[in-house]
């Protein structure tokens, strides 16, 4: 058997594991195995979605693996990338012809072929081209039923009656192909086009696998295993327990009909709604700054600044560092000077006005007050001065009166 990297040198696609995260089922998985008997794998595939295929060289050693990766360089890069079926068999005759050249240039062999079943699967539309006895499966509501017919002789005995299909998975003569790439450059392939339905799943296989592994045990792999690459993986296996009489190589592929599209729809639905929801959220947070800012420049209130009464604008305290008000004024009132309920208010910032006037007229009138307090003692001042230069007159304001006439 051959080692993991000798298996994968004819996979012509990224790592089917970058498809999918570690907890989610692959959609799908490829396996391509030398076997338990030859020498070589002469088995290519292409996995590259939509386009998926797989080739069974034919022609021995330097020769079949030859012929099989030169169809699925061509199929890479000739295919259409919708399913289109005469198209999808445009590329298939294309690698034909490139086989026949590169056999005539001495590349491989002559006579070097291979078999060859190519597909393009796109939302439930599969389109088909296949030559040789390489076969596409599908799995539909659990039962599983053969596309592609083969171009071999033991079909063509099966067909015409002569064999029965089990008689044909032993036959002397099971290996001779009536078709395929490389040897006639007129040759045409078989055309399907076909509607899947989501849920069904798409086997494609060399004859390595259908010729170890009844059809009822493919079934059961491809009903029992979720995971696309781990049913790839079983049917592989199953082939080799069997006796891996010949290179096996298997496709599988999930049909997701148009989930796949729906779920990029709503993944796209889903940025776009986190997107106006940001913008929403940032206009509103807009608009509130804006609007505190507007409020705070409108309102102010009275403080105290070394001893004395001072004006601000906005609104006492800040937040993050960020202060919400403005010194305008510090005035001349003496903080002392006020009622003392009033200066408490003052020095704890709790005299609010509703604007910038209200709280200089604030002001003014507590300098008049305290204007107004300060001229009585004043008066009483100059009296007590006068009744100390005549203490008669204190003690005696009729005699002081005598006195001063």
């Keep these: 058997m051959a080692d993991t990297n000798e298996t994968m040198t004819h996979v012509c696609a990224a790592p089917h594991a970058a498809h999918a995260t570690a907890t989610s089922v692959r959609q799908f998985g490829s396996r391509t195995d030398i076997g338990c008997v030859r020498e070589h794998n002469e088995d290519s595939l292409v996995v590259q979605p939509p386009l998926y295929a797989v080739c069974d060289g034919m022609g021995g050693h330097a020769a079949g693996e030859v012929a099989s ?151 059961r792999i491809l009903r029992t295993r979720p995971d696309a690459q781990d049913a790839a993986d079983a049917l592989a296996e199953a082939a080799i327990a069997a006796g891996g009489h010949d290179n096996v190589t298997t496709v599988v592929v999930n049909v997701t009909g148009n989930s796949e599209t729906r779920h990029r729809k709503m993944e796209r639905k889903t940025k776009v709604t986190v997107g106006v929801i940001v913008a929403l959220f940032v206009a509103v947070f807009a608009a509130a700054i804006i609007g505190f800012n507007m409020w705070t420049s409108s309102v102010a209130f009275l403080g105290e600044v070394e001893g004395r009464v001072a004006v601000y604008q906005g609104i006492p305290g800040e937040a993050f560092g960020i202060s919400f008000n403005d010194l305008q004024q510090v005035s001349d009132v003496e903080v002392d000077d006020l009622q003392p309920g009033v200066a408490n208010r003052v020095r704890n910032e709790d005299i609010r006005c509703d604007s910038l006037e209200q709280a200089y007229d604030l002001v003014e009138t507590y300098k008049e007050e305290t204007t107004k307090t300060g001229e009585v003692p004043q008066a009483e001042d100059s009296a007590n001065s006068a009744n100390s230069a005549n203490p008669k007159a204190a003690a005696d304001p009729a005699a002081a009166a005598n006195s001063e006439a």
Excluded: F, W
């Design 69 to 219: 990766e030169i169809a699925v360089e061509i199929l890479s890069r000739r295919s259409p990338r919708v399913p289109d079926a005469e198209g999808l068999g445009q590329a298939v005759e294309e690698a034909n012809l490139a086989i026949i050249r590169a056999a005539q240039n001495g590349m491989g062999k002559h006579g070097m072929g291979t078999t060859c079943t190519a597909a393009i699967l796109e939302n439930v539309r599969l389109v088909i081209s296949q030559v040789g006895d390489s076969r596409a499966y599908l799995l539909h509501a659990g039962s599983l039923q053969q596309l592609t017919r083969d171009h071999s002789l033991v079909a063509d005995l099966v067909e015409s009656g002569q064999i029965t299909p089990d008689e044909a998975r032993t036959h002397p003569n099971r290996s001779i192909i009536t078709r395929a790439l490389g040897s006639d450059p007129r040759m045409q392939s078989d055309l399907y086009e076909i509607n899947v339905a989501e849920g069904d799943r798409l086997l494609l296989c060399s004859d390595g696998l259908y010729s170890m592994v009844e059809d009822s045990q493919i079934e």
